[in-house]
């Protein structure tokens, strides 16, 4: 169990974008609240009428990568149907006054993680995993050397309808788009000042703290203890090359970070050694979520350096990471209001919950 006092009440500071707080308040996880059962999940191996399960390819545009195969596949990657952008656009960009427009061009693909329809993270083979990360690779690659006018290409999952999950059949999703999004922009600039001032990737700083920092803090007027923070007390999972943290300034009550132990910056310089470690991190972390939470509904997004001329510098100062944010509760006026993330569960002991699940 965790060493943090009843009744946490604390803002904490994202060490990576300052400007984004978390409200740690354990005692408002008491208030009264209908107590809501795990969302069901859909665990049928086929079902006629998906789009997205074998058989039914004509359903989807083609294919337009698929694993071992066209005919056999595991993973099949198409169109979006419903992209949220596209390169059929002819329009072009708009300034009047104070008001700008960019033009929506892009390209929005959605990659079927598994043949199985109803099949959860954690049950896939590593193998399958290690296969799925290297879809990612590849399709982020393309997609980058297809059109120089892309700045950022985002991969990320929605699984559950209350994480947007519009298809219940699993699946993943990626869009190049013409600008970085504010979420990755901060991220780097942030660890590119960082840099500049500490000559350290401020990532890697946060992994040798998870790894190696230990403290002790005392009230000063009684001499009492107020916090101890333990080696490895935010280790959730780690791997030969990387590591699952429970960020200290949690956003989401159960969230996750995946890193690279040693630094790395673009995640298509991945090699087939680490993408065999991430998929066996990835499964283990993904298992544990399911065990303490069952039924997690949960985006996660994967973060890389942009592949644009403003961030060439950047290689020695940004490292990629996987974030996993479970959806347990919904953004409340404060929170949508201010900004501020509420989490009514200290990160410490969601992290030693999770570290106690036996897999």
Known sequence: MSD???????????PIVPSESVLVSTARGMRPRKAEDPAPRDTRKHV???????????????????WPDERDWEIRVVENLYPVLGDDSTSTNLVFGLQQAIDGYGRHEVMIDHAEHGIALHEMSEAHLTALLGMYRDRIESLYAADPRIQYVLVFKNFGPAAGAS????HSQVIAMPVVP????????????????????????LVDEALTFEATIYDR???????QISVGQYVIERGRHFVAIK?????????????????????????????EDLACVLRRAMARLDAVIGGAQYNFFLHSLPHNNEFEDCHDSYHWHLEI????????????????????????????????VEL
């Not at 006629?48 to 698929?66: Q, S, V």
């Not at 504010?182 to 700083?205: D, H, L, T």
């Not at 944010?325 to 990160?347: A, D, K, M, Q």
């Open 4 to 14: 943090q006092p009843d009744g946490v009440r604390e803002i904490r500071i994202n």
């Open 48 to 66: 006629e009428k998906c789009p997205f399960c074998t058989g039914n390819e004509a359903m989807t545009p083609p294919t337009i990568a698929a």
């Open 167 to 170: 298809i219940p059949h699993t």
């Open 182 to 205: 504010e979420n990755v922009y901060n991220e780097v600039v942030n660890s590119r000042r960082y840099f500049e001032k500490n000559r350290q990737c401020i990532f890697c700083s």
């Open 221 to 227: 007027d009684s001499g009492a203890v107020r916090r």
């Open 247 to 275: 960020p200290f300034a949690s956003r989401y009550e159960w969230e996750i970070h995946i890193l690279p132990l040693t630094h790395a910056s673009d995640f298509t310089a991945i090699s087939d050694a680490e993408r």
């Open 325 to 356: 944010c479970p959806r347990t509760s919904i953004p409340t006026g404060f929170e949508l209001g201010s900004g501020l993330f509420v989490s009514t569960i200290s990160p410490e002991e969601a992290a030693a919950q999770l570290r106690a």
